[in-house]
């Protein structure tokens, strides 16, 4: 990539994947669903590959996922597939509310650091699921199907509360789910469900109750857009002094991230499905941002705002809430002249006024994003490697880019 080109134009976001894998996941429980606005991504894949794998037909056709699951499918995931995605433990759930039975391996720590399933377990444990650790295996069996309990989760769990809620579908009598995730993916997948037949209701303190019906029936439903995928090209527009028409886009779940690039200068107009930036000349710092989970500022998005702050005049502070181990992509923007102190869970970022161009990589997926973002603003060439992160959640992350003017292209490397 060369930086130093503005961005300037419209792009359509894409379909969220945060909100497609889980909906992936409880198609197990229809015979037939179809999926549109699904985006065409490596972890889409992944657990595409999964179905196919239980057993379950799935085809694509453009943006839109066909998967049929009319005969009972397996209830085995390898261990290999389980690699491939770290999030595949969301069809835990999914598995035993089909099959009664389900065995995966134990996912692993990840890039992000430990990533305990504790609440996944204690959840469906409640709901009679009898779970036993197998040599690196999980054992779940609930022969006598699933009922329904009252979990309260010690922390908004996202993967938790989506495992949970896709096992209650069917389980006999009522579940409700208290401090249970507010991010827009569980209303996405609650909408999915409720296409299908099911029966929750989220309350308006984010408790969710799922009242168990006997089986789900065949459904249509079209994934909500990509909150951080729009964050992202907001931050690439933001940096490249440039000016994006983002449609598509649900501001609505966007509230915390829009007053931070009007915080950093940047002019934002707001519409029904589209947002409007448009940079100033020269980036403000931006106020402490600490990362919380929905409706506070999201975790994934720290990484593309970081790059951005790098830019700006004055300090930024980050505060990483969520995952303990989310600053790696620090350690890169470095090597492109980011000035970035990391304390724990702080980082403090002074702005400088010009990144240059290094050979760096990906560390994760977002932090991978982060650095694109920041090659965009920076002098001369930068060689982004390990892209395989980027590729599990941006769709066409570089044609998108060069569409809105910039100078990147992807290279085959031995
Ligand atoms: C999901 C998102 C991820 C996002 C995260 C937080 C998907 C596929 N991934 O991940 O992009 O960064 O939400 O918004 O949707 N935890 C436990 N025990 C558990 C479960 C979680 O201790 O049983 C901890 C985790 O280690 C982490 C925190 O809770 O520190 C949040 O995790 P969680 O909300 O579950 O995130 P994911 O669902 O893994």
């Known amino acids: 990539m060369n930086g130093l080109r503005r961005l300037e134009g419209t792009l359509r976001v894409q379909g969220s994947k945060n909100a497609a894998l889980p909906i992936l996941a409880a198609a197990l429980l229809t015979p037939k669903s179809t999926i549109h606005n699904c ?21 694509r056709e453009g943006s839109s996922v066909t998967v049929t699951a009319d005969s009972c499918p397996q209830s085995f995931i390898a261990d290999s597939l389980m690699r491939e995605m770290r999030s595949s433990v969301v069809f835990l759930g999914a598995m035993v ?33 009898f779970i036993r650790d197998d040599g690196g295996y999980l054992d779940c069996r609930a022969e006598n199907g699933l009922h329904g ?103 609505g779940h966007l509230t915390a991230c829009i007053p ?26 931006l106020p402490i941002v600490r990362t919380m989970p929905y409706p506070g500022f999201p975790t994934d998005a720290q990484a593309p705002f970081m790059a951005m702050s790098s830019l700006a005049a004055g300090t930024s502070v980050f505060v990483e809430n969520i995952f303990e181990n989310r600053y790696k992509h620090a350690g890169e923007l470095a ?39 920041a090659a965009l603003a920076a002098e001369g060439e930068t060689v982004v490697r390990e892209i395989r992160h980027i590729e599990r959640g941006y769709e066409a992350l570089e044609k998108n880019l060069s569409l809105l003017g910039a100078d990147i292209r992807r290279v085959a490397e031995d």
């Not at 509360?161 to 507010?182: D, Q, S």
């Not at 940047?266 to 519409?271: A, D, E, F, G, P």
């Not at 090597?335 to 702080?346: C, P, Q, W």
């Open 39 to 59: 985006p065409d991504l490596s972890d889409v894949a992944a657990a595409i590959h999964i179905l196919e794998d239980l057993g379950c037909r799935c085809c």
């Open 97 to 129: 509310a089909r099959c009664g039975k389900a065995r995966i391996s134990f996912p692993g720590g990840c890039e992000l650091g430990p990533r305990p399933i504790d609440m996944h377990l204690s959840g469906l444990q409640k709901m009679g699921v």
């Open 149 to 251: 309990a009252r979990i309260a989760l010690p922390f908004p769990s996202v993967g938790a509360t989506e495992n949970i809620m896709i096992a209650a579908c069917t389980a006999k009598g009522t579940t409700e789910i208290h401090n249970a995730a507010r991010e827009p993916e569980i209303g996405g997948l609650a909408d999915f469900l409720n296409a299908a037949g099911a029966r929750i209701r989220i309350a308006p303190d984010g408790t969710v109750f799922i009242e168990g019906v006997k089986q789900l029936h065949e459904c249509e439903y079209t994934v909500i857009a990509d909150r951080i995928a729009a964050a992202t090209y907001l931050c690439a527009a933001a940096v490249s002094g440039g000016r994006l028409l983002l449609t598509g886009a649900d501001p």
């Open 260 to 285: 931070l690039y009007e915080q950093a200068g940047c002019t934002v107009h707001i519409r029904e499905d589209a947002i409007e930036l448009q940079a100033p000349k020269r980036l403000g710092a």
């Open 335 to 373: 090597r492109m002249g980011a000035d970035i102190k990391l304390e724990g869970r702080v980082a403090v970022v002074e702005g400088t006024e010009r990144l240059h161009g290094a050979s760096v990589n990906c560390t994760d997926l977002r932090g991978g994003a982060a650095l694109v973002v």
